[in-house]
């Protein structure tokens, strides 16, 4: 059964770049959806971006659009999100998801709609902050 765990968080100044892993150590990852979702303090939990794993089709948030790109690395069983120019407003708790229902999650991304709790697996997060 699917497990993925995310990697690469931490504290960043602003205008500053990070690149967040996910990956599943022991389930291959080729027949699913693998999705950035993140939740800042008092907020709901939001689409980033999702990445078809087996063709690479990508889908975006408005507010990722220009300055974060989602990538897979089929060799490694990895998807990446690389962030760009983050701004405090960035500040969340960055969370990984895979599912192997694909469409659900690229229309969660890309319509601004909470995502599913139901998703095939959760990872357990990791902490960005953007601070001078």
């Known amino acids: 059964q699917v497990h993925v765990v995310e990697s690469g968080g931490g504290l960043v100044q602003p205008g500053g770049s990070l690149r967040l892993s996910c990956t599943d150590n022991e389930w291959p990852l080729e027949n699913y959806a693998v999705g950035w979702f993140r939740q800042a303090p008092g907020k709901e939990r939001e689409g980033v971006a999702c990445?078809?794993?087996?063709?690479?089709?990508?889908y975006y948030a408005d507010s990722a659009h220009g300055r974060f790109t989602i990538s897979r690395d089929k060799s490694k069983n990895t998807v990446y999100l690389q962030m760009n120019s983050l701004r405090p407003e960035d500040t969340a708790v960055y969370y990984c998801a895979a599912d192997r229902r694909g469409g659900l999650m690229a229309y969660h991304v890309t319509r601004n709609e909470p995502p599913s709790m139901q998703y095939d697996s959760w990872g357990q997060g990791t902490q960005v902050t953007v601070s001078s």
């Open positions: 990445i078809a794993f087996s063709d690479g089709a990508t």
